[in-house]
């Protein structure tokens, strides 16, 4: 037997595995100490890793932002559609009528982090297209802010609010005595970590329930403000942190039939000149004659309804209504019966109180409910 060449081949294969081992070896080593580099890698790589931008879908509308959300741009709209029909109308045409009420898409959003912008168009009624905001807001902080264009003013807490979020299509006629919209610049800001609201600015100037042309119509200048808080915010009843109290008011000095109220008087959806028949209720209990009432009051209801193409019956009526309203709480029209029967005023006020109150209703009520006079 060749026991020589047996040596050598156990020799060969006894080499080759001690080499093997330490090739073994020598890797294990390379990666433990790869394996001690990358330890904490992939936090950093997660720390590292630049934010994209966004895109996204939803009730809210389409938004786009960047990446470090300096800039945004939203998109959204308003449709609402409306119905007004009236009953026995008396054969008055072109009353019942599907409305457009609004159609309004809106543009929004942030550019340069500081600077807020809202760009909303109408489409919907009877009229024109129109703009009905364009404005720049400058977003120093929470507590200031800088905001210049066409945007609501800030006195009516109601007109405030977005046409989205009212439980109406129609606002209440409370909106009827405050500006819509206007030209100008304002201050405004949210302070104590919204414990405090306020806002104050000037306008051009125009009258109660209008929006502006985009031009003033005339040199002079309004002045609005208003001041809102919330007393119980901090409290622990829930229900009362969202209670707040507020007052706001405004000045103005304007010229032309811009500045006059819209609609003579306050006109209702059905176009009744339900404010002039309040006013004629106010007047009446500091001049209780007839004539002499008229004489305060038409002077200036009558070419306000001129300068509006407002109803001249429908003016007229309003006075008298409220007139003959009020007069029941100052009856100096009993006065001769009273001393005929020698019955003294006050036996006969509890009775005359109780008529005024069901007159207010009866007659405020046919104000708001009847179609347009002819």
Known sequence: MNLEGRDTFADERADRIKALEQKIEDLDQKYRALERKLEGQPDKLATNAKPLPTLSIGASGFAMQSADSNFVLKLKGILQVDSRTYVDDGGIKGNDTLLIRRARPIMEGTLFRDFDFRLQFDFGGSSAPTLRDAYLNYHYSDEFQ??????????????????????????????????????????????????????????????DGRMTSNVDTDDEKSFAGRIFVFPFQRAGVKPLQKLGVGVGGSFARTEGAASLPN????????????????????????????????????????????????????????????????????????????????????????????????????????????VPLP
């Open 146 to 207: 800088l905001r210049l264009g066409k945007f609501k003013t800030p006195v009516g807490l109601e007109q405030l609010q977005s046409d989205s979020g009212t439980m109406f299509i129609e606002r209440s006629l409370v909106s009827d005595i405050t500006p819509s919209r206007d030209v100008g610049v304002q201050f405004h800001g949210k302070a104590l970590d919204g414990l405090v609201n306020y806002a104050a600015g000037v306008f051009n100037g125009l009258g």
């Open 263 to 370: 609609g003579n008087g306050f006109a209702t959806e059905g176009q009744q000149q339900f404010f002039t028949y309040l006013t004629s209720l106010v007047i009446t209990l500091f001049v209780p004659s007839g004539g002499g009432h008229w004489a305060v009051q038409g002077p200036f209801a009558i070419p306000a309804a001129r300068d509006l193409h407002a109803s001249f019956a429908g003016t007229t009526m309003a006075v008298a209504m409220g007139e003959s309203v009020a007069n029941m709480l100052q009856p100096f029209f009993a006065l001769p019966i009273l001393a005929i029967a020698g019955i003294k005023m006050r036996r006969m006020m509890g009775f005359m109180v109780v008529t005024f109150l069901i007159s207010l209703v009866v007659f405020g009520a046919s104000l708001l409910l009847l």
